[in-house]
T-cell receptor, first 113, second 109 residues
Framework: AQTIHQWPVAEIKAVGSPLSLGCTIKGKSSPNLYWYWQATGGTLQQLFYSITVGQVESVVQLNLSASRPKDDQFILSTEKLLLSHSGFYLC????????????FGPGTRLLVL | QQKVQQSPESLIVPEGGMASLNCTFSDRNSQYFWWYRQHSGEGPKALMSIFSNGDKKEGRFTAHLNKASLHVSLHIKDSQPSDSALYFCAVNSNNRIFFGDGTQLVVKP
């Protein structure tokens, strides 16, 4: 069975500080990976997707970047946090890109002060 | 760009009642549609997918798709308090997935 793990569970960070969020998928080879952002109680905004190691596509510009250093790992980062980065960050995987059910991780809650 | 709109924003139904959630989309070329459910503090979980016009039933959940009307709906029969959650409609378009703003469902015991 596939499992998806996100770390950390939650973060409180200062404006202007750097950030790195991680996501690991186990039990699935070469998954398509996604990062989403969600305001409290809000819709899911797709940020990035990746079909393979080293290849990441940006969907929206939010002063964030993403990398896929390993087949099972997806990293979201920024060098300078903004207040608007607060929210719930979700990692997901699917079998076929944008045409298949997406399976979400438990999420990381971020508060920027 | 694809617009996905859900209604109502919130819905309260009694335990055992029927909950009906609606979703409209704007891209006539969309082919894939999903309903996701998110309990508070958790990641969303897929409930159902529907790719052809008509009804698809899975247990207490029935999805209905009408591509000509740009409409997809979800009906939950015999609603349970555990069904209380935020429900999202998701639609593909131009190599992306677009989510609606969600319907907050509360099932009152």
């Amino acid at each position: 069975a596939q499992t998806i793990h996100q770390w950390p569970v939650a973060e409180i960070k200062a404006v202007g500080s750097p950030l790195s969020l991680g996501c690991t998928i186990k039990g699935k080879s070469s998954p398509n990976l996604y990062w989403y952002w969600q305001a409290t109680g809000g819709t899911l905004q797709q940020l990035f997707y990746s079909i393979t190691v080293g290849q990441v596509e940006s969907v929206v510009q939010l002063n964030l970047s993403a990398s896929r250093p390993k087949d099972d790992q997806f990293i979201l980062s920024t060098e300078k946090l903004l207040l608007s980065h607060s929210g719930f960050y979700l990692c997901a995987w699917s079998l076929h890109l944008h045409q298949d059910t997406q399976y979400f991780g438990p999420g990381t809650r971020l508060l920027v002060l | 760009q694809q617009k996905v709109q859900q209604s109502p924003e919130s819905l309260i139904v009694p335990e055992g009642g029927m909950a009906s959630l609606n979703c409209t989309f704007s891209d006539r070329n969309s082919q894939y549609f999903w309903w996701y459910r998110q309990h508070s503090g958790e990641g969303p979980k897929a409930l159902m997918s529907i790719f052809s016009n008509g009804d698809k039933k899975e247990g207490r959940f029935t999805a209905h798709l009408n591509k000509a009307s740009l409409h997809v709906s979800l009906h939950i029969k015999d609603s349970q308090p555990s069904d209380s959650a935020l429900y999202f409609c998701a639609v593909n378009s131009n190599n992306r997935i677009f989510f609606g703003d969600g319907t907050q469902l509360v099932v009152k015991p």
